[in-house]
């Protein structure tokens, strides 16, 4: 056969085998660009990682890995404090080896200093330790008479209608609580109620006086129950977030074919209420996990109360500092010189050695953490990835090797948790510049990343 009728029927066999092949890529049969799905399918995330999952075991030979020469890293530490970028700031460095304990670095680190959003470092060490990982907090309907009373239990990611038992954020709905309080009514041959709010699980004001004006941008008033406050991300918030829920509540029992007479008033469900719905939280360390990722201030003010509760100290803000250092302590933590103001750390008043933060982070990843460090660990945000820590470490020494907590407020810019060295030895660090002129922020983070932080990650400097 002559060579062009090869070449001739050769090409004719391609078209015909590619046009079969992408009539299946079109439907999705076999791997392709063509599908014949609609042009706006939405583009799914990715998946969120439970906070509750059991981390992995160690690397082999990790606790064999060669540990950093302390004075090497001490250099560093000095570094940062003499650089220019952080002005007349005071730095307290902590580095710890998390295999041995052993403090590597002490760089002003017994010092208390103002701990921006490290603060929430504790105190979610608090809740983990105190209350447990899995512990859930429940939204429940009470009824007596014809008062149908929402009664909050700490959730504030509660979705508006229908829950999602695989989110964390929405995972419990008030769409769901009233569409069962509903039934249970229509069951009892009640068609018509008034609605009330319990929202005193809390006590004390809503407002921390410690925090500066201002500030109203980054927290929300501080109450049992919120229709997700993550959805405020830029601020705005509600001025009335457990009035607003109680109110989404009777629209949902008005849906479900409840008449609500009246409007929703302010009262603790009386001693004879017999609980007719509830509906439940996503497990406390996947809430921590949102929390701590996104450094949300809420979340955590609502966490350090829920401390607060189960210590049986009183549920406002100074009840709160107590149960989370008083934890702190029963745990085996030195928490001398601590002055804690509040739970989320933007108070400037707050005052925590770098010592103690590092201290707290080395336990949690060291082999005796347990299910409470664990779960803080996996919570924290990893460099160049997500959370707060999403835009740094991006194509340098620390992206997906630094797992931390950042912290900042106008004066101040901390980072505490852990970093993985160049060598493969894990260690638990806190650094804190606190004092540099307003306007510093930015700066002060590069010093810290760059001076610090990074070069722990590219650290080959076995001693």
């Not at 080395?362 to 990893?382: E, F, I, K, Q, Y």
């Not at 606190?434 to 932080?453: H, K, P, Q």
């Given at each position: 056969m002559h060579k062009a009728q090869i070449a001739a029927l050769t090409a004719a066999t391609l078209v015909v085998v590619g046009a079969y092949y992408g009539l299946a890529d079109a439907l999705d049969l076999v791997p392709g660009v063509l599908t014949a799905s609609?042009?706006?399918?939405?583009?799914?995330?990715?998946?969120?990682?439970?906070?509750?999952?059991?981390?992995?075991?160690?690397?082999?030979?990790?606790?064999?890995?060669?540990?950093?020469?302390?004075?090497?890293?001490?250099?560093?530490?000095?570094?940062?404090?003499?650089?220019?970028?952080?002005?007349?700031?005071?730095?307290?460095?902590?580095?710890?080896?998390?295999?041995?304990?052993?403090?590597?670095?002490?760089?002003?680190?017994?010092?208390?200093?103002?701990?921006?959003?490290?603060?929430?470092?504790?105190?979610?060490?608090a809740a983990l330790s105190l209350m447990g990982a899995d512990h859930r907090l429940q939204t429940t309907a009470v009824l007596e008479g014809t008062t149908l009373t929402l009664v909050g239990g700490g959730d504030v990611l509660l979705a508006a209608d229908a829950g999602d038992p695989d989110t964390t954020v929405g995972r419990a709905g008030l769409g769901d609580l009233a569409r069962a309080a509903a039934k249970q009514l229509q069951e009892r041959g009640v068609t018509s109620v008034n609605v009330a709010l319990d929202d005193t699980l809390f006590t004390g004001p809503t407002w921390n006086d410690a925090w500066v004006e201002g500030?109203?941008?980054?927290?929300?008033?501080?109450?049992?129950?919120?229709?997700?406050?993550?959805?405020?991300?830029?601020?705005?918030?509600?001025?009335d977030p457990a009035l607003?829920?109680?109110?989404?509540?009777?629209?949902?029992?008005?849906?479900?074919?409840?008449?609500?007479?009246?409007?929703?008033?302010?009262?603790?469900?009386?001693?004879?209420?017999?609980?007719?719905?509830?509906?439940?939280?996503?497990p406390l360390a996947d809430i921590l996990s949102v929390s701590l990722k996104e450094s949300d201030n809420t979340m955590t003010e609502v966490e350090g109360r829920l401390v607060a509760l189960a210590a049986g100290e009183e549920a406002d803000f100074a009840g709160a500092t107590r149960a989370v250092l008083g934890r702190l302590r029963d745990d085996g933590f030195d928490t001398s010189g601590v002055?804690?103001?509040?739970?989320?750390?933007?108070?400037?008043?707050?005052?925590?050695?770098?010592?103690?933060?590092?201290?707290?982070?080395?336990?949690?990843?060291?082999?005796?953490?347990?299910?409470?460090?664990?779960?803080?660990?996996?919570?924290?945000?990893?460099?160049?990835?997500?959370?707060?820590?999403?835009?740094?470490?991006?194509?340098?020494?620390?992206?997906?090797?630094?797992?931390?907590?950042?912290g900042s407020l106008d004066t101040v810019a901390s980072l505490t948790g852990t970093v993985v060295t160049a060598d493969g030895r894990l260690l638990a660090?806190?650094?804190?510049?606190?004092?540099?002129?307003?306007?510093?922020?930015?700066?002060?983070?590069?010093?810290?990343?760059?001076?610090?932080?990074?070069?722990?990650a590219d650290c080959g400097c076995g001693g």
């Open positions: 609609p042009a706006d399918y939405a583009v799914q995330p990715f998946p969120t990682v439970s906070a509750a999952a059991k981390q992995p075991d160690a690397a082999p030979g990790l606790a064999e890995a060669p540990v950093p020469d302390a004075a090497e890293l001490n250099v560093l530490a000095r570094t940062l404090a003499g650089d220019e970028r952080v002005g007349e700031a005071t730095t307290g460095v902590s580095i710890v080896d998390v295999a041995s304990g052993r403090e590597l670095v002490d760089h002003g680190a017994g010092s208390p200093l103002t701990p921006a959003s490290s603060n929430k470092v504790p105190v979610a060490w500030n109203e941008s980054w927290v929300a008033p501080i109450q049992p129950l919120m229709v997700d406050v993550t959805a405020y991300a830029s601020g705005g918030y509600p001025a607003e829920a109680a109110q989404v509540f009777a629209d949902r029992l008005r849906e479900a074919g409840i008449e609500v007479t009246g409007t929703v008033t302010r009262a603790a469900a009386g001693g004879g209420a017999t609980q007719v719905a509830a509906v439940s939280s996503a002055i804690m103001r509040d739970a989320s750390g933007l108070a400037l008043g707050n005052k925590v050695p770098a010592g103690l933060l590092a201290q707290i982070i080395a336990r949690a990843a060291g082999d005796d953490g347990g299910t409470t460090g664990r779960s803080l660990m996996t919570a924290l945000p990893v460099g160049g990835l997500d959370g707060t820590l999403d835009d740094r470490f991006v194509g340098v020494s620390g992206a997906g090797t630094v797992r931390a907590k950042t660090f806190s650094v804190i510049v606190d004092g540099f002129a307003e306007g510093g922020l930015y700066s002060a983070r590069l010093a810290i990343d760059d001076d610090l932080v990074s070069p722990l």
